[in-house]
């Protein structure tokens, strides 16, 4: 990850999603400063990867589907501020690889649950984000970005809530995982309420 470029991006973001929709952060000090961290959110619009790591705290390395990273310009950016390629209709294998690594080095790893843009909020989410919090031992910081409402440039609001861990007693099991996935999928949702409220 290219530190200062990413830096760099997440003001000028900042300030264009303050301009343009408002935006306005809460909860950033439910985000721990330092350590292993994964930051599980809600995914409605393409701005949701750029708005939500310009008012986090920390940096964060995104997986982003492999196409994304065939755009001329769109894909070295992105690799230079520290996303990396997740094959979606095939193994996920290197990404999970990759995103203990980053975890591994006290990095931050940002993962949208549902897996792919859920507008209407049917997709059901995948497992990914608590086998990455049971492989590393890292909390996830559940987060919601208010973005339904871009296109008519109504205000977006980003939440982040406290950080939810895995038993560390004992490995996960199948069980463990879904439930540690419905869990933060629930909280995601009560952040949204809270900031609709």
Same mark, same amino acid.
């Given at each position: 990850m290219n530190s200062r470029l990413y830096d760099c991006c997440a003001w000028l973001i900042r300030v264009l999603m303050r301009t343009v929709w408002r935006a306005q952060a809460s909860g950033t000090e439910n985000v721990p400063r330092q350590g292993a961290l994964i930051v599980a959110c809600n995914? !409605?619009?393409?701005l949701d990867p750029p708005g939500m790591g310009c008012f986090c705290p920390r940096r964060i390395s995104y997986m982003a589907k492999k196409e994304l990273f065939e755009i001329p310009v769109l894909g070295p950016l992105i690799r230079a501020v520290?996303?990396?390629?997740?094959?979606?209709?095939?193994?996920? !294998?290197?990404?999970?690889?990759r995103s203990l690594e980053v975890l591994e080095a006290g990095g931050t790893v940002g993962i949208f649950p549902e897996g792919t843009r859920n507008r209407d909020g049917s997709a059901a989410p995948q497992t990914g984000v608590a086998l990455l919090a049971s492989l590393s031992g890292a909390p996830v910081v559940p987060a919601h970005i208010g973005s339904d409402g871009a296109s008519r440039l109504a205000r977006i609001k980003v939440a982040f809530g406290p950080p939810m861990r895995l038993p560390p007693d004992r490995k996960a099991t199948h069980d463990d995982l879904a439930k540690f996935t419905a869990d933060i999928m629930q909280a995601i949702q009560s952040l949204g309420a809270r900031s609709a409220g």
């Open positions: 995914h !409605r619009s393409y520290g996303a990396y390629p997740v094959d979606r209709q095939g193994s996920a !294998r290197a990404a999970i690889k």
